[in-house]
């Protein structure tokens, strides 16, 4: 089974996806955290590669092909948080950053940067239970998944989630500037070409602006459990 939850920026997808694989743990989902993988190539190809963030517009194809050789890039999603290595090194807690929220957000919009996350995706759902986690997963990713959620809440509500988030990082940013660069980001996902930011047809839209994390939880993990009982009962 597979089910996607996508949204923009600071929704609380990643803290859902993975509070909901966690809870059918026992039924063998696997957190398929999509935005890491951005992340980490546009790490890479800016630290390996040298990439400036201008030419991150349109990545070479010999570095992308380069990148995608077997076990440079490696997700891992085994102790209950998602991970990801690059030549072997954990490199996760580098890709929270202000400057990779915003590299990894001008680089996917580049269709050879799609196609290779696209790869790297397919790759880590086969013959797997997933709960993914991103932008595009219930349009173009996986669009059989049985179950899809298009999270959201309002600008100011998000701006200030991500505000929170930076700040425990040590990073101090305004309210407005806050608002600012969730706008920047949400409207280059929005406006991009290919796999644009946008529901699925047949996605259940949730707006949490004004629910708890663990309120917007338990209502969706209710969604499952409604939709797919004997799913959930014969594993
Ligand atoms: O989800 P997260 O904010 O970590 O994703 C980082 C960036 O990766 C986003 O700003 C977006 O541009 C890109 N992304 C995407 N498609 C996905 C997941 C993430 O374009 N499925």
């Known amino acids: 089974m597979i089910i996607t939850i996508d949204g923009p920026v600071a929704s609380g997808k990643s803290t859902v996806a993975q509070a909901l694989a966690h809870e059918f743990h026992e039924f063998g989902f696997y957190y398929l955290y999509t935005g890491l993988l951005y992340r980490a190539l546009a790490y890479a190809l800016v630290t390996a590669y040298g990439y400036s963030e201008e030419a991150l517009v349109a990545p070479g194809e010999d570095a992308l092909e380069a990148l995608l050789q077997k076990g440079r890039l490696e997700y891992r999603f085994d102790v209950g948080a998602a991970r990801i290595l690059f030549d072997g090194k954990d490199i996760t807690s580098l890709l929270k950053t202000e400057?990779?929220?915003?590299?990894?957000?001008?680089?996917?919009?580049?269709?050879?940067?799609?196609?290779?996350?696209?790869?790297?995706?397919?790759?880590?759902?086969?013959?797997?239970?997933?709960?993914?986690?991103?932008?595009?997963?219930?349009?173009?990713?996986?669009?059989?998944?049985?179950?899809?959620?298009?999270?959201?809440?309002?600008?100011?509500?998000?701006?200030?989630?991500?505000?929170?988030?930076?700040?425990?990082?040590?990073?101090?940013?305004?309210?407005?500037?806050?608002?600012?660069?969730?706008?920047?980001?949400?409207?280059?996902?929005?406006?991009?070409?290919?796999?644009?930011?946008?529901?699925?047809?047949?996605?259940?839209?949730?707006?949490?602006?004004?629910?708890?994390?663990?309120?917007?939880?338990?209502?969706?993990?209710?969604?499952?459990?409604?939709?797919?009982?004997?799913?959930?009962?014969?594993?």
């Open 99 to 235: 400057e990779v929220d915003r590299i990894s957000s001008i680089s996917s919009a580049n269709a050879a940067v799609r196609a290779a996350v696209y790869c790297l995706q397919q790759q880590i759902a086969t013959g797997a239970d997933i709960i993914a986690d991103g932008r595009d997963t219930g349009t173009v990713v996986f669009p059989n998944a049985q179950i899809k959620f298009f999270l959201t809440a309002s600008v100011e509500e998000r701006a200030f989630r991500w505000r929170t988030n930076q700040a425990r990082q040590g990073n101090m940013v305004s309210e407005d500037e806050a608002i600012t660069a969730v706008t920047m980001r949400d409207e280059r996902d929005r406006t991009r070409k290919i796999s644009p930011l946008l529901p699925a047809e047949d996605a259940i839209l949730v707006d949490n602006s004004n629910w708890s994390i663990e309120e917007t939880i338990t209502y969706m993990a209710a969604i499952v459990r409604d939709r797919y009982p004997d799913f959930l009962a014969k594993k």
